[in-house]
């Protein structure tokens, strides 16, 4: 069965350095996302994407933050200068739309710690 | 904010079939109700996803009531493996819409 694939798994950065954090979407699918989870906390939406733009964003999703599909397999978060706060794990979920019905299947994450 | 409210907590005995509600009373009529499930710190999974009738995949059913603002999600044979945190979820079916997660519900399956 096809899944979403995240790398890495696990993440350690300082503070202040810029990471990227990639995600190989289900092969046919034509939407990506990003959310992330504070330990301890809910599932949070950062972007959709679709058709190579952003197509909704949340407030957590600020100019630090990019994303990118750089070919016609990859999706990457990047998070430009890394603050203590951006310590969670980083779920992409990739999607179609059948009549109408979309589901989205998520990715193992990626845990990011700033140090 | 989830437009949605679930029990934090539910036990249910392995074998047993797990019955966890949602309530969704502000659904609009375009909105689908979605389930998914967290088990640990893994990424979502889909379970189920239903618009007004009743549905049933190899993983679980969903009843969703006559005025839509409340569904049941049913898992008939509950194993230890399904202990997780399940996720009632409205969300307008068409594409590139987050989802918005709530607390959810922590199901642990007792043996």
């Known amino acids: 069965e096809p899944e979403v694939t995240q790398t890495p798994s696990h993440q350690v950065t300082q503070m202040g350095q810029e990471v990227i954090l990639r995600c190989v979407p289900i092969s046919n699918h034509l939407y990506f996302y990003w959310y992330r989870q504070i330990l301890g906390q809910k599932v949070e939406f950062l972007v959709s994407f679709y058709n190579n733009e952003i197509s909704e964003k949340s407030e957590i999703f600020d100019d630090q933050f990019s994303v990118e599909r750089p070919d016609g397999s990859n999706f990457t978060l990047k998070i430009r200068s890394t603050k203590l706060e951006d310590s969670a794990m980083y779920f992409c979920?990739?999607?179609?739309?059948?009549?109408?019905?979309?589901?989205?299947?998520f990715g193992p994450g990626t845990r990011l710690l700033v140090l | 904010d989830a437009k949605t409210t679930q029990p934090p907590s539910m036990d249910c005995a392995e074998g047993r079939a797990a019955n966890l509600p949602c309530n969704h009373s502000?659904?609009?009529?375009?909105?689908?109700v979605y389930w998914y499930r967290q088990i640990h710190s893994q990424g979502p999974q889909y379970i189920i996803h239903?618009?007004?009738n009743n549905e049933t995949n190899e993983m679980a059913s969903l009843i969703i009531t006559e005025d839509r603002k409340s569904s049941t999600l049913i898992l008939p044979h509950a194993t230890l493996r399904d202990t997780a945190v399940y996720y009632c979820?409205?969300?307008?079916?068409?594409?590139?819409?987050?989802?918005?997660f709530g607390k959810g519900t922590h199901l642990i399956i007792q043996p």
């Open positions: 979820i409205v969300k307008y079916g068409g594409g590139a819409d987050g989802l918005t």
């Open positions: 502000t659904i609009s009529g375009n909105e689908y």
């Open positions: 239903g618009l007004k």
């Open positions: 979920a990739s999607s179609d739309v059948i009549a109408v019905q979309e589901t989205q299947y």
